[in-house]
């Protein structure tokens, strides 16, 4: 199983990106799988930002981001996205999408599955 995330790159504050992270894999049914996506800044530990269920209902955990990032899904092109609006310097990290049968295993920072990150930087 392969997750591949793009659309990082370097942005003002204020701006916007919205990354996105495509599953493929013989067998792997993208539809089944919980996904989310995390982030991991300088020397701090990585830490989960919004996880969907399969059927995509959407949980965001980390109380900055809210009203400021939106995670969706498209099953149909095995493709989970992070729009990130309104960003700050302190968004700045590498950010990696994963999936897990169960969303609990996200919650948990214990996915089975990662992507390999795609890196943000925000300048002031």
């Known amino acids: 199983v392969q997750l591949q995330a793009s659309g990082g790159g370097l942005v003002q504050a204020g701006g916007s990106l919205r990354l996105s992270c495509t599953a493929s894999?013989?067998?792997?049914?993208?539809?089944?799988?919980?996904v989310g996506w995390f982030r991991q800044a300088p020397g701090k530990e990585r830490e989960i930002l919004s996880a969907t269920s399969w059927f995509g209902g959407s949980t965001y955990y980390t109380d900055s981001e809210k009203g400021r990032f939106t995670i969706s899904r498209d099953n149909a092109k095995n493709t989970v996205y992070l729009q990130m609006n309104s960003l700050k310097p302190e968004d700045t990290a590498v950010y990696y999408c994963?999936?897990?049968?169960?969303?609990?295993?996200?919650?948990?920072?214990?996915?089975?599955?990662w992507g390999q990150g795609t890196l943000v930087t925000v300048s002031s």
């Open positions: 994963a999936a897990d049968p169960a969303v609990s295993a996200l919650r948990r920072g214990a996915p089975g599955y």
């Open positions: 894999g013989r067998g792997f049914s993208f539809s089944n799988h919980a």
